[in-house]
DNA sequence: ATCCAGGATAGCG
DNA sequence: CGCTATCATGGA
């Protein structure tokens, strides 16, 4: 891998200032890292994607194994894509049954990314009960309104805000963005982290289960929420998220015609059947079923 | 119209 | 412990 010359052909269009990676093989598909349900304020430009990484603005455009960044440095964005993540070794550990084989196929080159983490855990407390478009909608108006303005060429895009800026802000004006309940939380988890109550750098160092249960102190994070956290944002990859759809797929490929699994069940089966790279499986499984739900495999 | 959405939680038995 | 109602909003 190497950031070599800039292409300006295949620059996009408005050539951002660019630097173009070589992939070693076909171990990336940006469109499904960034459109499955891990991060949700990329937004399709051209044939790319513009967003923010932290607080820096980027187009990101994937040609074959040719990875066009419009950004000074491509540290950023190899670390933000987890390029440094071995997919062959990584999914050799996937169970080897036909759900996860098919689901495999489906999402080679996902990517599960370093996500900045006040920005996943404030857009997670934003995600419960709430369908992936709407935490798009929420998330790009509280960045729209409340985040710092970030030029790219002539595009304005807006990063998530700071603990410290959304700890002030007032609960109506947090409504607009069409929260609902979970404003109430949002606020109190940006005062619980500007205050200092939570240092979530800190979590870092702690082993996965002491790190989730400082999660779960914030109102509305509890064991679904902090384990998106622990998984999108701390690189823990052997935690299992479990949701709506993978309940729904596991109590359908893996407890046929058993009713009702119960939660600890599907826990325990999460934690021992998909191996140390668990929570990429989950992921694989998830974005697969999610697209693929009306089909019937 | 009715049900559901990358849930969490207080209140109940 | 497990079960249930409820939370606010928009999409299917």
């Given at each position: 891998m190497?950031s070599?010359?800039?292409?300006?052909?295949?620059?996009?269009?408005?050539?951002?200032?660019?630097?173009?990676c070589?992939?070693?093989?076909?171990?990336?598909?940006?469109?499904?890292?960034?459109?499955?349900?891990?991060?949700?304020?990329?937004?399709?430009?051209?044939?790319?994607?513009?967003?923010?990484i932290d607080?820096v603005?980027v187009?990101?455009?994937?040609?074959?194994?040719?990875?066009?960044a419009?950004v000074?440095g491509l540290e950023l964005v190899r670390s933000y894509l987890a390029l440094d993540h071995?997919?062959?070794?990584?999914?050799?550990?996937?169970?080897?049954?036909?759900?996860?084989?098919?689901?495999?196929?489906?999402?080679?080159?996902?990517r599960i990314v370093r996500q900045p983490?006040?920005?996943?855990?404030?857009?997670?407390?934003?995600?419960?009960?709430?369908?992936?478009?709407?935490?798009?909608?929420?998330?790009?108006?509280?960045?729209?309104?409340?985040?710092?303005?970030?030029?790219?060429?002539?595009?304005?895009?807006?990063?998530?805000?700071?603990?410290?800026?959304?700890?002030?802000?007032?609960?109506?004006?947090?409504?607009?963005?069409?929260?609902?309940?979970?404003?109430?939380?949002?606020?109190?988890?940006?005062?619980?982290?500007?205050?200092?109550?939570?240092?979530?750098?800190?979590?870092?160092?702690?082993?996965?289960?002491?790190?989730?249960?400082?999660?779960?102190?914030?109102?509305?994070?509890?064991?679904?929420?902090?384990?998106?956290?622990?998984?999108?944002a701390?690189e823990?990859?052997?935690?299992?998220?479990?949701?709506?759809?993978?309940?729904?797929?596991?109590?359908?490929?893996?407890?046929?015609?058993?009713?009702?699994?119960?939660?600890?069940?599907?826990?325990?089966?999460?934690?021992?059947?998909?191996?140390?790279?668990?929570?990429?499986?989950?992921?694989?499984?998830?974005?697969?079923?999610?697209?693929?739900?009306?089909?019937?495999?």
């Amino acid at each position: 891998m190497e950031s070599g010359a800039i292409d300006p052909q295949k620059a996009c269009a408005a050539s951002y200032p660019s630097v173009v990676c070589q992939l070693p093989e076909c171990e990336l598909d940006l469109e499904k890292t960034l459109n499955c349900g891990q991060v949700f304020h990329w937004l399709p430009h051209g044939p790319g994607f513009v967003g923010a990484i932290d607080e820096v603005p980027v187009y990101l455009e994937q040609s074959g194994r040719t990875l066009i960044a419009g950004v000074d440095g491509l540290e950023l964005v190899r670390s933000y894509l987890a390029l440094d993540h071995s997919l062959p070794e990584i999914t050799a550990t996937f169970p080897r049954d036909e759900a996860m084989q098919a689901a495999l196929k489906f999402c080679y080159g996902l990517r599960i990314v370093r996500q900045p983490v006040w920005e996943c855990l404030a857009t997670f407390i934003t995600s419960a009960l709430k369908q992936i478009q709407q935490i798009r909608a929420i998330s790009l108006a509280i960045r729209s309104r409340f985040g710092l303005a970030l030029r790219l060429e002539s595009l304005e895009l807006h990063s998530y805000p700071r603990p410290e800026v959304l700890a002030v802000v007032e609960l109506p004006d947090l409504l607009e963005c069409k929260l609902g309940f979970r404003a109430r939380n949002l606020l109190t988890a940006a005062r619980m982290v500007a205050d200092g109550e939570l240092d979530l750098e800190k979590l870092r160092d702690h082993p996965t289960d002491q790190a989730r249960a400082e999660l779960c102190r914030v109102p509305g994070v509890g064991e679904k929420i902090a384990n998106c956290v622990l998984l999108f944002a701390y690189e823990r990859l052997d935690v299992v998220p479990i949701d709506v759809w993978i309940r729904r797929g596991f109590q359908e490929i893996y407890f046929p015609n058993q009713a009702k699994v119960p939660a600890i069940e599907l826990r325990l089966f999460s934690e021992t059947y998909f191996g140390p790279y668990a929570g990429y499986a989950q992921q694989y499984l998830f974005h697969y079923w999610r697209l693929n739900y009306r089909k019937r495999l």
